[in-house]
């Protein structure tokens, strides 16, 4: 089994910062690439960032570019989110993500593509 363990998020108000962390724990693996997702209520499953171990090469949705750096160690299946600059809309459950196989930069977007998930982290931006 392999399970993705996101702590970090909280209560932060507008224009503040949080930073979240992803580790796997269980059986040991090779992931090719992490990222994470936010989900709001009511609303689907968004991508916000991934990073592709090959290269170190990272991602960004456009509504966080600038404001949300991830990071991570490959060797130890651990990712982060650094948050900063937060607005009332990125209000949501965070998702840590990890996939086993080699993903094509144009699905990295997608939740279908990626393997295992954490059990997710709230994180509230009051305005």
């Known amino acids: 089994q392999v399970q993705l363990v996101e702590s970090g998020g909280g209560l932060v108000q507008a224009g503040g910062s949080l930073r979240l962390s992803c580790a796997a724990s269980?059986?040991?693996?090779?992931?090719?690439?992490m990222g994470w997702f936010r989900q709001a209520p009511g609303k689907e499953r968004e991508f916000v960032a991934a990073?592709?171990?090959?290269?170190?090469?990272?991602y960004y949705a456009d509504s966080v570019k600038g404001r949300f750096t991830i990071s991570g160690d490959n060797a130890k299946n651990t990712i982060y989110l650094q948050m900063n600059s937060l607005k009332p809309e990125d209000t949501a459950v965070y998702y840590c993500?990890?996939?086993?196989?080699?993903?094509?930069?144009?699905?990295?977007?997608?939740?279908?593509?990626?393997?295992?998930w954490g059990q997710g982290t709230q994180v509230t931006v009051s305005s």
């Open positions: 993500t990890a996939s086993e196989t080699l993903l094509r930069i144009n699905v990295l977007t997608i939740p279908a593509a990626y393997d295992y």
């Open positions: 269980g059986r040991s693996f090779s992931s090719y690439a």
């Open positions: 990073i592709r171990w090959s290269g170190g090469r990272t």
